[in-house]
């Protein structure tokens, strides 16, 4: 088992969890990374609604969001959800070019969140050093929860 990422695992759901909302930490920065603009506007929604996250960066290419990770100016998040199906270029190709220059003690909490029922994609996911878990759309209150949980368990990526 990997200390820093404690509960990795394809589909890992979480343990039962004894804190309340109001003792776990804040998402600080989320980082939305997915090219359909509908799935963009309700997960912004539903974040904005389950005052779960302090600041959310969104982006419908991977490559503009691999251009704010490498600028030293901008905010860094604490997690990053990730889709696979991208055209320009996929998730897996995107965090091929993040490992570049992000080593997995200092990335952040990264979860792929995406439609593919490809079993190969949640297997490549697992393998994949940066990657903590693999996810199902849609983004629901209940994972926002689980992400709070996990970050209470990796302080290094909380701000």
């Known amino acids: 088992m990997d200390p820093l990422r404690p509960?990795?695992?394809?589909g890992y759901?979480?343990?039962?969890?004894?804190?309340?909302?109001?003792?776990?930490?804040?998402?600080g920065t989320i980082m939305l990374i997915d090219?359909?603009?509908?799935?963009q506007m309700l997960y912004?929604?539903?974040?904005?609604?389950?005052?779960?996250v302090d600041q959310i960066l969104s982006f419908l290419s991977p490559t503009k969001a691999l251009a704010h990770l490498k600028d030293k100016s901008t905010p860094k998040p604490d997690l990053m959800l990730l889709d696979i199906n991208m055209p320009q270029m996929d998730g897996f190709e995107f965090l091929e070019k993040m490992e570049q220059f992000y080593k997995p003690k200092r990335a952040p909490i990264i979860i792929i969140l995406s439609t593919s029922i490809n079993p190969k994609d949640a297997?490549?996911?697992?393998?994949?050093p940066l990657v903590h878990t693999f996810k199902r759309k849609p983004l629901t209150e209940a994972m926002l929860r689980e992400f709070r949980t996990l970050l209470a368990g990796d302080q290094t990526c909380v701000t």
Request: proline share 3%.
């Open 13 to 27: 759901q979480g343990e039962s969890i004894s804190m309340t909302d109001e003792n776990l930490p804040r998402i």
């Open 123 to 128: 297997v490549r996911a697992e393998k994949t």
């Open 44 to 52: 912004r929604r539903l974040i904005d609604r389950s005052d779960h």
């Open 35 to 39: 090219d359909e603009e509908v799935d």
């Open 7 to 10: 509960n990795k695992g394809i």
